[in-house]
Every structure is written in C-alpha cells, then in structure tokens.
C-alpha cells in the first residue's frame, strides 16, 4: 500500500534552533501535501497545504514565516520550524495525497519535537 | 470544524465486532466518508472511505446511510491490537480533512 515516510521521528533542541522534518511519498507522486500538529490529548489541526512547485497555503493562527514549507519535487515536502521556542513542542504529522482522486490521503508516522 | 459527531469511547471485548457509528448530517453529495485510526504516538492510518455504497476491504467494513447522513465502521472481529482512536471524517477527495476528536476504542480481553 501508499506509504510516507517522515524524518526524523524525534527531535531535542535548544531553544532558538531551526528544525527540518522531511515528509516523502515513498511509492506514489504526490501533488499534494499537509502538514498537521497535535498537542497530547487533542485532535490533529492542519497547519498547512503543501502543492508541489508553488507556495503553500496556511490556516489562520499558522505564522508562515514560523513554519517554512517547501515542496520542491512530487516525493518531497519540508517543514522547517524556525527559531523554536518550548511552546513549539508538538507532535508533527505529514499526509500525501496523490493525483488519484480515488485514493485517499496517507499520513506519516509523525515526528515528536520537543524543546529545550 | 469537524463535520461529524461520534462517541467519546467505546469498549468492545477481544473476538466481536466492534460497531462505530459517526453522524454527518451536514454531509454535501459530493463529499466522501473517511475513517482511519490512530494508535498512541503514531500518524493517522487509512482503513476505508465510501462516497454512496457500502465499502468492505481487509480491514473493516463501512455501512452509509440512504440519506448518508449517518455511516457505521465495523471491525468484524476485533482484537486487543485494534485499541485506538477511530476518526470518521467527511471532505472532499482531493481536499484537506478536519479531524474531530473520534472514538477511543478500547478493545478488552
């Protein structure tokens, strides 16, 4: 079946570093691309949509300068958390959608970002 | 905000099926029904999705309303590994899904 592989699958750092977490389609091309956070105890909230060779498209409340999306080819999305901050700590989930209407989304096994 | 309404929890006892129902009165007709599940610490995985008809794959089985306003997962046999967090989700199929809180299946020996 479709998978996505996310990297890496835990991060610690200091406060103030950048963070990249990359997301790739494994098996499928994918045009399209979401980014979600999960606080513990909650739901998935969609960051942001990720479309391959164009800027990607954020919810409200997502400062895009914070979280810098990159989808340069039709394997590979990146999230990059700028400057992070403990409040930045969150469970980060990546999903691939590919240009089979038919198939649904599939979503990497997340990367768990904490903040020192 | 979610577009669907399902219990809090669940329980169910190892080898039964387990029932999860999931209300999207709201549902418009091109919109599908989605349901994947999340175990502690992990993403989301795919178990079904059905526009009008009922769907069955290895997984599971999903049961739609005529009026489609109401859709039933079924896990014909469960067992302790189905323990999760089970997410019925309406949206378009090339579109983003909004995740509610889902059903936290506790599958019991």
């Known amino acids: 079946g479709a998978v996505v592989s996310q990297h890496p699958s835990w991060v610690i750092c200091k406060s103030g570093t950048s963070v990249k977490i990359e997301c790739r389609s494994l098996?499928?091309?994918?045009?399209?691309m979401f980014w979600y956070r999960q606080f513990p105890k909650q739901s998935l909230m969609l960051m942001a949509t990720?479309?391959?060779?164009?800027?990607?498209?954020?919810e409200q409340g997502v400062e895009k300068d914070k979280f810098l999306i990159n989808h340069a080819s039709l394997t590979l999305s990146t999230l990059t958390v700028t400057s992070a901050h403990p409040e930045d700590s969150s469970f980060y989930i990546c999903?691939?959608?590919?240009?089979?209407?038919?198939?649904?989304?599939?979503f990497g096994d997340g990367t768990r970002l904490s903040i020192l | 905000d979610a577009k669907t309404t399902q219990p809090t929890s669940m329980d169910c006892a190892e080898g039964r099926a387990a029932n999860l129902p999931c209300n999207h009165s709201?549902?418009?007709?091109?919109?599908?029904v989605y349901w994947y599940r999340q175990i502690h610490s992990q993403g989301p995985q795919y178990i079904i999705h059905?526009?009008?008809n009922n769907e069955t794959n290895e997984m599971a089985s999903l049961i739609i309303t005529e009026d489609r306003k109401s859709s039933t997962l079924i896990l014909p046999h469960a067992t302790l590994r189905d323990t999760a967090v089970y997410y019925c989700?309406?949206?378009?199929?090339?579109?983003?899904?909004?995740f509610g809180k889902g059903t936290k299946l506790s599958v019991k020996p």
């Open positions: 999903s691939a959608l590919s240009w089979d209407s038919n198939q649904p989304q599939h």
């Open positions: 098996d499928f091309q994918a045009t399209t």
């Open positions: 990720s479309n391959e060779g164009s800027k990607a498209t954020y």
């Open positions: 709201t549902i418009s007709g091109n919109e599908y």
């Open positions: 059905g526009l009008k």
């Open positions: 989700i309406v949206g378009l199929s090339q579109g983003n899904l909004i």
